[in-house]
């Protein structure tokens, strides 16, 4: 073989490596499982929380407990009750009584 034809040969092989290289390599798409279904849902759902707060309701969302709708968050139990407890001007005694029982409902 002459020396042009193995440059265009070396050269044609370089530009079909280049295009099998930058071709996309499409996965067939597979169905999530029902645990990454569950885990992409919750993110959703969590947006907006941070820190322990993020940390508790993801564990309970993958849980399946954060599913039900109405259910609330220890964090968001907390603030209602003490806000309750403040309307009623609860105090002392009173007041420990209270959160005890409206943590617990």
């Known amino acids: 073989m002459g020396k042009p034809f193995r440059l265009l040969l070396a050269a044609s092989l370089t530009v079909a490596g280049a295009l099998v290289l930058s071709t996309p390599v499409v996965a067939a798409a597979k169905p999530m499982t029902a645990q990454q279904q569950r885990m992409t849902d919750c993110n959703k759902q969590a947006a907006g929380k941070k820190g322990d707060e993020r940390k ?26 003490n806000v309750d407890a403040s309307k009623q001007g609860l105090k002392g005694d009173a007041r420990k009584s209270f959160m005890s029982t409206c943590l617990k409902g």
């Open 56 to 81: 508790a309701f993801m564990k309970s969302c993958l849980k399946g407990g954060a599913a039900a709708p109405g259910k609330m968050t220890q964090q968001e139990k907390m603030k209602k009750c």
